[in-house]
């Protein structure tokens, strides 16, 4: 990942890598005026899914970023 021009092309090639990885979870990066949103969902398998996932896979994503880039970070969780 380290090959790819900007960090947009890294979260490009995550998408895929998570896509080949698992079918437990699903990301997609979308692009509109206001810049980049990376959507990750997570699949229990009919279960709920535990926060302590969706908190780690969050901070998997951004510990590469912190080295002060401009991230802006909203969560919003559904209920079933």
């Known amino acids: 990942m380290m090959s790819s021009p900007n960090l947009l092309g890294i979260l490009k090639r995550v998408v895929r890598y998570v896509g080949i990885l698992s079918d437990a979870a699903s990301l997609a990066v979308t692009e509109d005026h206001d810049g980049c949103r990376m959507t990750l969902e997570l699949f229990g398998g009919g279960q709920?899914?535990?926060?302590?996932?969706?908190?780690?896979?969050?901070?998997?994503?951004?510990?590469?970023?912190?080295?002060?880039?401009p991230i802006a970070i909203y969560v919003r969780s559904h209920s079933n």
């Open 48 to 69: 709920p899914v535990p926060r302590q996932r969706f908190e780690f896979d969050l901070m998997t994503f951004l510990s590469p970023s912190a080295g002060g880039l």
